[in-house]
């Protein structure tokens, strides 16, 4: 079983930044890869970016060259840096883990942008 713990949400301005950590409680070099999804309220969970064991990363086209996702493999840790937030980046936002088969959440953080 995978832990995986999100933290670094909150509320910022129109143009803000943040950045969002999630912990996983094994070694990630043993992740095939691991994301972040977000889900605004009334809709869909999407995914919004992702991150393989090789590095090699995938957005979705609403937060290319303003979101980054990154890995420190020595702290199992996966970063989202967001910068030049806008109100429609508000929704909860939950890191995935996918090993084989198997998928893997976080329990999620509340992103709030105000304008």
């Known amino acids: 079983q995978v832990q995986l713990v999100e933290s670094g949400g909150g509320l910022a301005q129109d143009g803000g930044s943040l950045r969002l950590s999630c912990a996983a409680s094994?070694?990630?070099?043993?992740?095939?890869?691991m994301g972040w999804y977000r889900q605004a309220p009334g809709k869909e969970r999407e995914l919004v970016a992702v991150?393989?064991?090789?590095?090699?990363?995938v957005y979705v086209d609403s937060v290319k060259g303003r979101f980054t996702i990154s890995r420190d493999n020595g702290k199992n840790t996966v970063y989202l840096q967001m910068n030049s937030l806008k109100p429609e980046d508000t929704a909860v936002y939950y890191c995935?883990?996918?090993?084989?088969?198997?998928?893997?959440w976080g329990q999620g953080t509340q992103v709030t942008v105000s304008s």
């Open positions: 094994v070694s990630i070099f043993s992740i095939n890869h």
């Open positions: 991150i393989t064991s090789g590095g090699n990363t």
């Open positions: 995935n883990a996918a090993i084989n088969q198997y998928r893997y």
